[in-house]
């Protein structure tokens, strides 16, 4: 089997991502005594109770490890141990429009024998889904800036030389521990963070990549002012989240600040693509693409379990919305 190439084909990755409400599923192809594949996937659970829905996410890249010339038969395998495992019925698929494994999976959808259902995924149209947005990164970064527009290339450039004005500095690598005592520092600064156990799964997250990601901006008296953090992939990187103390330093824009810096250490690395994780907002968002994307669904076909949808479709429109967000994984 070909060895991982992306950090989030790497086992402790995936183990370490798998978020609340979800139990890891994974599946191991074997040829004679070695592994020809892997497949990983995650189980959606309600209060501790398994839901019997898997969803496999390859919006970024493959959920399935092993040689490209077997996709066919490793995705048809993979599927159908799947739901061969007691208490799965469905697996939901997301794959890139353009994918060489959305491919793979049209082609042996027919030897499945399940309940196959294909369809567009809307961008961030609900929870089930979120876009990657991808920034493509010129060869230099006075390019990338000459790229925006106007308003936006100003205040790039105005932000960020007031932030040096001022005496601030950037501090371009940070370990672990730093990223750590940062975010513990920010965390009850930062607006938009009120969530410290989603935190400190963010940071579990990137300390399980081997090519870490982690930068930051420091007042001119030492106080931690914002920092990002994701990985490094090939010819590209992640940025995973960021956090800034937007509370007393809002007027700095430092989330501009620190992605303009971010940019820019990229570029000097002559990397190709930043891929914003779920998203981005404005101005990068005008700049960014979002990949097509689709969503396979095989389904078992047993009587009681096209009831059990069709009576969580009819109540839905009565639930809280965050239980009527939560039931369409039963569509």
Not at 38 to 50: D, K, L, N, Q, T
Not at 52 to 74: E, Y
Not at 102 to 110: G, I, N, Y
Not at 250 to 276: F, P, T, W
């Amino acid at each position: 089997m070909q060895e991982p190439v992306e950090p989030m084909q790497d086992p402790e990755f995936f183990l370490a991502s798998v978020p609340t409400g979800w139990r890891p599923r994974v599946v191991a192809i074997n040829r004679g005594c070695e592994v020809a594949g892997i497949m990983y996937a995650v189980e959606r659970v309600f209060g501790g109770v398994r839901s019997g829905i898997v969803f496999a996410d390859g919006g970024l890249t493959s959920p399935l490890l092993g040689n490209p010339r077997d996709r066919q038969v490793l995705f048809r395998v993979a599927v159908q141990s799947l739901l061969r495992h007691p208490g799965i019925w469905s697996l939901r698929l997301a794959l890139p429009r353009d994918s060489d494994d959305l491919d793979a999976v049209r082609q042996s959808e027919s030897s499945t024998g399940l309940d196959v259902r294909c369809s567009s995924v809307v961008l961030n149209d609900t929870a089930l889904w979120k876009n990657h947005a991808h920034l493509v990164l010129p060869t230099t970064y006075e390019e990338f800036l000459q790229g925006l527009g106007y308003t936006t290339r100003h205040n790039f450039r105005y932000y960020r030389r007031r932030f040096e004005a001022a005496g601030h500095r950037l501090v371009e690598r940070l370990s672990m521990d730093e990223l750590h005592s940062a975010v513990a520092h920010l965390a009850p600064k930062t607006s938009h963070f009120d969530d410290l156990t989603g935190l400190e799964t963010q940071l579990n997250i990137v300390a399980a990549t081997d090519r870490p990601l982690a930068m930051g901006l420091k007042h001119h008296t030492g106080e931690w002012l914002s920092v990002l953090a994701g990985w490094h992939r090939p010819r590209g990187a992640v940025l995973y989240f960021q956090c800034n103390n937007d509370r007393e330093f809002g007027h700095y824009s430092l989330s501009v600040v620190l992605r303009a810096y971010l940019i820019e250490h990229l570029i000097r690395q002559k990397l190709e693509e930043l891929v914003i994780w779920w998203g981005t907002g404005p101005p990068l968002s005008r700049y960014a693409t979002y990949v097509p994307a689709v969503m396979m669904r095989f389904d078992e076909s047993p009587l009681w379990w096209r009831l059990t949808r069709r009576v969580i479709a009819t109540a839905r429109p009565r639930l809280p919305r965050r239980w009527a967000e939560a039931t369409r994984w039963f569509d």
